[in-house]
Every structure is written in C-alpha cells, then in structure tokens.
C-alpha cells in the first residue's frame, strides 16, 4: 500500500469555491481511473479570533502498488495543473518526505 498527501495551498486571488470544484473533479477522476484506491478531498481551515480562515485542500491517496496512478505519469499531470490554476501543491509521503510540487 502506497499513501500520498498532497496539500494544496491558494497562491493566487481565486475563488476559493472554484478551486473545491475543480479539485473535487479531479478527485472524482482519480477515482474513476483507480477504483481500488481511497481518494479524499478534504477543506483545511484555520481557526481564528472571529471566523474560520480557508487555508487550502487536502487530498489524500491510498494506492496498491499496482495502481494505474502510479504506473503513469497521472499525478505528476495533476500536480502541474494544479500549479497551472495557482495553486501550490506540496506532495508528502511516508516518512516525513515531501517534495514541493513534484512527484516522487
């Protein structure tokens, strides 16, 4: 079993409601294309003195070895196209590893 986080922090002025959506459809196509594999999308918030602050998404994966998206270069694409949309993705894998955008 292979487990990757990517963090996904907004690094430029977008709605952060059109980034969730283009995040839950890729999600949804990960999905799709490994559906052995756990795919979460998760909203990351901070807590602050009167309002919760959106810091970004987290998408999680659990992938068996043979996985298709492992296999191909399906997220290394995703983490360009996240870049590509102004987001900055932080690929962390066991370990305590992590690689800033790219992946493994």
Known sequence: MVQIAIRC?????????DLQGWLERQVHELRAEAPHATVRLSRLTQGGPS???????LVELELGEGEPLLAENRLADALRDMRLLGLQPTLLVPGGGWMNGRAA
């Not at 922090?9 to 409601?17: G, L, S, Y």
């Not at 309002?51 to 998404?57: A, E, P, Q």
Request: include cysteine; aromatic fraction near 6%; charge should be negative.
């Open 9 to 17: 922090h907004p690094r430029v002025p977008v709605c952060a409601d």
């Open 51 to 57: 309002v919760d602050l959106d810091i970004g998404w």
